[in-house]
């Protein structure tokens, strides 16, 4: 009866993590010139490791470049 009882508990636990939606609006980030280039080079190179893309660009983090990516490109993924 213990056994069936964790797997339950386990089994909410996961689907209320998958369910976590962010309700804010994603804003555009605005990036140079420089940085755009840099981000479609690497994304080239190591494709959607966000995280290390993300360290070559100081002040940036791995969910902006993430974010700025596919508002780039959602227009081809619709």
Do not use: T
């Not at 309700?23 to 605005?30: K, T």
Request: charge should be positive.
């Amino acid at each position: 009866m213990d056994r069936r009882r964790r797997r339950r508990r386990q089994a909410k636990i996961n689907i209320s993590e998958s369910e976590e939606v962010s309700s804010i609006e994603w804003e555009f980030i605005n990036m140079s010139e420089q940085e755009e280039d840099l981000i479609y080079r690497m994304y080239r190179l190591v494709g959607e490791r966000w995280d290390l893309i993300a360290g070559r660009i100081p002040g940036r983090k791995a969910e902006e470049i993430e974010r700025f990516w596919i508002m780039k490109h959602r227009e081809g993924l619709c």
